[in-house]
């Protein structure tokens, strides 16, 4: 059964750092797309950012390449989004997804094969 995790969630002051897990089981990531999304109040979904199965190449919006830095660790099966400079507008839960095939990670379209239940980020002094 394919699953994902997310875990690192938690209350940050503005201008501090955080770094989410997203730990799959049931595949690899070698034969995965993960992407990065969130869901902040009062906005639809955001694309965060794609790191690319096959070789591990990473691609984020332009709103978000500056702060956010997606990698993995494949011995651990996981793909962490380090994220930098926090402000309180990037509070909101934050949840990884998978695509075996396509270009939905790519370019944060619609169209993921399944999804972790998400992790909240709040920044807040």
């Known amino acids: 059964q394919v699953q994902l995790v997310e875990s690192g969630g938690g209350l940050v002051q503005p201008g501090g750092s955080l770094r989410l897990s997203c730990t799959a089981s049931?595949?690899?990531?070698?034969?995965?797309?993960i992407g990065w999304f969130r869901q902040v109040p009062g906005k639809e979904r955001e694309w965060v950012s794609c790191?690319?199965?096959?070789?591990?190449?990473?691609h984020y919006p332009d709103s978000m390449k500056d702060r956010f830095t997606s990698s993995r660790d494949n011995a651990k099966n996981t793909v962490y989004l380090q994220m930098n400079n926090l402000k309180p507008e990037d509070t909101g839960v934050y949840y990884c997804?998978?695509?075996?095939?396509?270009?939905?990670?790519?370019?944060?379209?619609?169209?993921?094969?399944?999804w972790g239940k998400g992790t909240l980020v709040t920044v807040s002094s």
């Open positions: 997804a998978a695509e075996r095939f396509g270009s939905s990670c790519w370019f944060g379209y619609d169209g993921m094969d399944f």
């Open positions: 049931g595949f690899t990531l070698d034969d995965y797309n």
């Open positions: 790191i690319r199965g096959r070789d591990g190449v990473t």
